[in-house]
């Protein structure tokens, strides 16, 4: 099958790869919608994970299952799956108590198992397919879905971690497509003022959408804007003293 190889420092292409092997409790997912994260494009650009080299890149996909293990109950072939950014090993203690994010099985660019490859291929590996696959309802399109397992977990995680009360006030620095369902999630949560950082008229619009109360651009954004800049991070806060962060 064909995948999409790091190569070296900037050099990533198309070329043949075995296919993966499985055992009882995982499964094939051949991707019909992937999303490339800049995660990807670092990993490419400066070799920042040594453990991705000469290995399939990509961790963002949407597919439909094309084998399962014979132990799988919750999936059969043929089902559309979202494949999660992060498979992490659930049985593990340590994963289930908050640390999953540090027991994965299918990060190309974490794991030092050659054979660990990622989602830019034409078939992906779920390890333990009961336990990180999710069923894609059929109102949601592939394009819709493949948002979810880093876009939208990324951002709803970090504003989860932050435990946001009703009323508060919540600045999000830098809005691309986490930064933007961090908005989303802030505003579900029920902050009272949410401050978007950001120059791009297209997504401190949707950042509108979703719920910013307030734009600015970040000080050092060399793109023409509209919008004003943040001069300090409590300059919109009112002064605000007590903070807490999530990155
Ligand atoms: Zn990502």
Redesign the pocket.
């Known amino acids: 099958m064909k995948g999409y190889v790091l190569q070296g420092k900037g050099e990533a292409a198309w070329q043949e790869v075995p296919v993966p092997e499985i055992g009882p409790y995982d499964a094939l997912v051949r991707p019909t919608a992937v999303a490339t994260?800049t995660?990807d494009v670092h990993a490419i650009a400066t070799l920042a994970f040594p453990n991705a080299l000469n290995k399939v890149i990509g961790?963002?996909a949407v597919g439909v299952v094309d084998t399962i293990g014979e132990l799988v109950k919750d999936f059969k072939v043929g089902d559309r799956v979202v494949l999660p950014?992060i498979l992490a090993d659930w049985r593990n203690p340590r994963a289930q108590r908050g640390e999953a994010k540090h027991y994965q099985t299918n990060s190309p660019y974490m794991s030092p198992d050659p054979a660990v490859g990622g989602s830019f291929s034409e078939l992906v590996k779920a390890v333990d397919a009961d336990m990180v696959l999710a069923h894609i309802p059929d109102a949601v399109t592939d394009v819709q879905a493949v948002m979810v397992d880093?876009m939208v977990a990324t951002g709803f995680t970090g504003v989860e971690n932050m435990e946001i009360l009703v009323g508060e006030v919540v600045v999000v620095l830098g809005i691309g497509p986490v930064g933007l369902m961090a908005v989303a999630a802030a505003a579900l949560r029920g902050a009272g003022r949410i401050i978007a950082v950001g120059s791009r008229p297209k997504t401190v619009e949707l950042a509108r959408q979703y719920g910013t109360t307030t734009s600015v651009s970040s000080p050092s954004s060399s793109t023409e804007s509209s919008t004003p800049r943040l001069s300090s991070p409590t300059s919109f806060t009112g002064g605000t003293a007590s903070a807490r962060a999530w990155t």
């Open positions: 994260c995660t961790h963002e950014a880093d």
